[in-house]
């Protein structure tokens, strides 16, 4: 997310945050590049982490519209993902039902190929998809030349000719988690054992005290944000009945 400086917006970067780290292993490194590559391998182990996948929704993305091929049952991967992107898993799959017009589509549900294999199926309107190995397969196979849209989950896109450029598209308040992670990558390099794991502790929480949680328990997800007015449930008023009608 972006950082405000004066007037000036910026977004921060894998080198923008290095010095921060540096502070927190104490000083005790004075090779930027170490920090920096702590730093990106904090990036892709919390961008990747299916617990904080609702949070980042930064990293979904939209795939290319693909023609289906009449009777063609399974497809290559890479065909559903923009080129250059690495994917980590599918989130659905939207069949257009009126191409090329695509004013019109559903939701695909996913299956399991095992649950596709119990038995063949004539070409009709697909509604199931499903992976095998680096394919993607829809069932009943197409009896006319559907399009279908990926949605994705996005690897962090990192700048692997000079790390330090890679900019950070995770909101704000996770910048202080990535400090601390960074950090603890640092003193595990550094054989200091004891300080990671207090700085584990102080984002994962102790284990042999359940009450005392860690910073990553006080992230809210950004959708429970936006849905709590239908998730939260009224919660009843009672009185208690006394003469005198009060508690």
Same mark, same amino acid.
């Given at each position: 997310?972006?950082?405000?400086?004066?007037?000036?917006?910026?977004?921060?970067?894998?080198?923008?945050?290095?010095?921060?780290?540096?502070?927190?292993?104490?000083?005790?490194?004075?090779?930027?590049?170490?920090?920096?590559?702590?730093?990106?391998?904090?990036?892709?182990?919390?961008?990747?982490?299916?617990?904080?996948?609702?949070?980042?929704?930064?990293?979904?993305?939209?795939?290319?519209?693909?023609? =289906?091929?009449?009777? *063609?049952?399974? #497809?290559?991967?890479?065909?559903?993902?923009?080129?250059?992107?690495?994917?980590?898993?599918?989130?659905?799959?939207? *069949?257009?039902?009126?191409?090329?017009?695509?004013?019109?589509?559903?939701?695909?549900?996913?299956?399991?190929?095992? #649950?596709?294999?119990?038995?063949?199926?004539?070409?009709?309107?697909?509604?199931?998809? #499903?992976?095998?190995?680096?394919?993607?397969?829809?069932?009943?196979?197409?009896?006319?030349?559907?399009?279908?849209?990926?949605?994705?989950?996005?690897?962090?896109?990192?700048?692997?000719?000079?790390?330090?450029?890679?900019?950070?598209? =995770?909101?704000?308040?996770?910048?202080?988690?990535?400090?601390?992670?960074?950090?603890?990558?640092?003193?595990?390099?550094?054989?200091?054992?004891?300080?990671?794991?207090?700085?584990?502790?102080?984002?994962?929480?102790?284990?042999?005290?359940?009450?005392?949680?860690?910073?990553?328990?006080?992230?809210?997800?950004?959708?429970?944000?936006?849905?709590?007015?239908?998730?939260?449930? =009224?919660?009843?008023?009672?009185?208690? #009945?006394?003469?005198?009608?009060?508690?």
């Amino acid at each position: 997310m972006a950082i405000v400086v004066g007037a000036v917006v910026t977004t921060p970067t894998i080198g923008s945050l290095a010095d921060e780290v540096i502070a927190r292993v104490e000083n005790r490194v004075s090779d930027k590049t170490r920090a920096e590559i702590w730093l990106r391998d904090a990036l892709l182990e919390i961008s990747a982490n299916p617990d904080f996948r609702n949070e980042f929704v930064e990293l979904e993305e939209n795939g290319p519209d693909c023609v =289906l091929t009449i009777g *063609l049952a399974e #497809y290559d991967e890479a065909l559903f993902v923009n080129t250059g992107d690495v994917n980590l898993g599918f989130l659905n799959f939207r *069949l257009w039902l009126d191409p090329p017009t695509n004013s019109r589509w559903r939701k695909m549900e996913s299956r399991s190929y095992q #649950y596709i294999d119990k038995s063949s199926k004539q070409p009709s309107t697909p509604s199931v998809w #499903y992976r095998f190995k680096g394919t993607i397969g829809f069932d009943p196979p197409p009896d006319k030349t559907y399009q279908v849209r990926s949605r994705y989950y996005l690897q962090h896109p990192i700048d692997d000719t000079l790390v330090g450029v890679t900019q950070i598209l =995770l909101p704000r308040d996770w910048l202080e988690v990535l400090v601390l992670s960074a950090a603890e990558r640092g003193f595990m390099e550094l054989l200091e054992f004891e300080k990671a794991t207090t700085i584990h502790m102080l984002l994962h929480g102790d284990p042999k005290h359940p009450t005392r949680l860690g910073l990553l328990a006080g992230r809210i997800k950004k959708r429970e944000r936006e849905d709590w007015r239908h998730s939260r449930a =009224l919660k009843p008023v009672k009185r208690a #009945y006394t003469l005198a009608g009060r508690y």
